[in-house]
């Protein structure tokens, strides 16, 4: 059983920066594929960012501003966010799976519980 556990979330000011955590428990964390994904209130889950063991792929949306990374020795997946918009307000959640990189959350088979971003303008 995989256990995915975000923190990191807050109401932070347009312009400013957050980085979110994602620690993993249960599988060897190394394996597999990671991605973060978010949903705003009234709006389907959408991708955000994954990571393989060598790869990052970024939605146009957070392109620049976003990066991803990962401590396969910590376990963790990160997610640093820059120059941050009241549009990026959402729940943010981290996802696991194995064969391959994905932007469907369909594909994705656990999921952390997730952690609220707030952009206030």
């Known amino acids: 059983q995989v256990q995915l556990v975000e923190s990191g979330g807050q109401l932070v000011q347009a312009g400013g920066s957050l980085r979110l955590s994602c620690a993993a428990s249960?599988?060897?964390?190394?394996?597999?594929?990671m991605g973060w994904f978010r949903q705003a209130p009234g709006k389907e889950r959408e991708f955000v960012a994954h990571?393989?063991?060598?790869?990052?792929g970024y939605a146009d949306s957070v392109k620049g501003r976003f990066t991803i990374s990962r401590d396969n020795a910590k376990n963790t997946v990160y997610l640093q966010m820059n120059r941050l918009k009241p549009e990026d307000t959402a729940v943010y959640y981290c996802?696991?799976?194995?064969?391959?990189?994905?932007?469907?959350?369909?594909?994705?088979?656990?999921w952390g519980q997730g952690t609220q971003v707030t952009v206030s303008s």
């Open positions: 990571i393989n063991w060598s790869r990052a």
């Open positions: 249960g599988r060897t964390f190394s394996l597999y594929d």
């Open positions: 996802a696991l799976r194995s064969g391959g990189p994905s932007e469907d959350p369909n594909d994705y088979v656990y």
